[in-house]
């Protein structure tokens, strides 16, 4: 069972059409009837290009896309095009701009960025900001940041807690690890697992490994068992038999 930790999100299609815009001069070719479909189709060959690592071309085609349509999946392409180049400069500035146009997950990508160049304060500031405006990811990712950098087990359980009320499957596997690993507290890291049961593991895989990976008794995997009932909101109730 491995901790299965978020190192960077993806570069995803984006469809324009979900988006504030900006405060930019507006370009000439915003006001062609066909700004939409050419916006779209210069978006969809940016995300080619950059499946393919050609990331000069790929931006070729965003500032195209963004000329006909300021969209705020187009920012963040932006951001995640100029991070791979390693042009932090202009991927926190895109990064900044597609959140402040309504694209949350460029408040995310800030707070990685950032925790990767070990600023965590700014890190810990931009998953907050994600936060706010609704970022299950964040909330995973800031317990990470607290478990991983700041070292501050407190905080990386509530937070944890909250991106498992928030819905999120990753967390239970995360704070199941830091309470057998760090709390040393076998019963409640196995009452997470066992609450992952049809979420993303099968009841086999999930005793199986509680039994023979870490070696729990029998005794404990009922008391976990029914301590995972009053942890988690959708505990598994199937039985450990």
Same mark, same amino acid.
């Given at each position: 069972?491995?901790?299965? /930790?978020?190192?960077?999100?993806?570069?995803?299609?984006?469809?324009?059409?979900?988006?504030?815009?900006?405060?930019?001069?507006?370009? =000439?070719?915003? %006001?062609?009837?066909?700004?939409? +479909?050419?916006?779209?189709?210069? %978006?969809?060959?940016?995300?080619?290009?950059?499946?393919?690592?050609?990331?000069?071309?790929?931006?070729?085609?965003?500032?195209?896309?963004?000329?006909?349509?300021?969209?705020?999946?187009?920012?963040?392409? %932006?951001? +995640? +095009?100029?991070?791979?180049?390693?042009?932090?400069?202009?991927?926190i500035?895109w990064?900044?701009?597609?959140?402040?146009?309504?694209?949350?997950?460029?408040? +995310?990508?800030? @707070?990685?960025?950032?925790?990767e160049?070990?600023?965590?304060?700014?890190?810990e500031?931009?998953?907050?900001?994600?936060?706010?405006?609704?970022?299950?990811?964040?909330? %995973?990712?800031l317990?990470?940041?607290?478990?991983?950098? /700041?070292?501050?087990?407190p905080?990386?359980?509530?937070?944890?807690?909250?991106?498992?009320?928030? @819905?999120?499957?990753?967390?239970?596997?995360?704070?199941?690890?830091?309470?057998?690993?760090?709390?040393?507290d076998?019963?409640?890291?196995? =009452?997470?697992y066992?609450a992952?049961?049809?979420?993303?593991?099968?009841?086999?895989?999930?005793?199986?490994?509680?039994?023979?990976?870490?070696?729990?008794?029998?005794?404990?995997?009922?008391?976990?068992?029914?301590?995972?009932? =009053? /942890?988690?909101?959708?505990?598994?109730?199937?039985?450990?038999?």
């Amino acid at each position: 069972m491995k901790n299965r /930790l978020l190192n960077l999100l993806l570069l995803t299609l984006l469809f324009i059409g979900q988006s504030a815009y900006a405060t930019e001069p507006l370009s =000439a070719k915003r %006001f062609d009837p066909q700004a939409k +479909v050419k916006a779209q189709s210069a %978006f969809e060959q940016a995300n080619a290009y950059a499946k393919q690592k050609k990331y000069k071309k790929a931006l070729e085609y965003l500032k195209t896309s963004y000329e006909y349509e300021q969209a705020d999946g187009t920012a963040f392409n %932006f951001g +995640v +095009v100029y991070e791979a180049l390693k042009d932090y400069e202009n991927a926190i500035k895109w990064y900044k701009q597609s959140f402040e146009m309504g694209k949350i997950d460029g408040g +995310v990508n800030l @707070g990685l960025l950032y925790k990767e160049h070990d600023e965590y304060i700014k890190s810990e500031q931009w998953y907050k900001k994600a936060i706010h405006k609704g970022s299950i990811q964040g909330l %995973f990712n800031l317990a990470l940041l607290y478990e991983e950098k /700041l070292n501050d087990i407190p905080n990386a359980i509530e937070w944890y807690k909250k991106a498992i009320n928030a @819905g999120d499957v990753d967390a239970y596997d995360n704070i199941s690890l830091l309470y057998h690993d760090i709390k040393k507290d076998n019963l409640t890291a196995s =009452a997470y697992y066992i609450a992952t049961i049809d979420k993303s593991y099968s009841k086999k895989q999930i005793l199986d490994f509680l039994r023979n990976d870490w070696k729990i008794d029998e005794t404990t995997l009922k008391k976990a068992y029914e301590l995972q009932k =009053a /942890l988690v909101p959708n505990p598994y109730r199937g039985g450990i038999d």
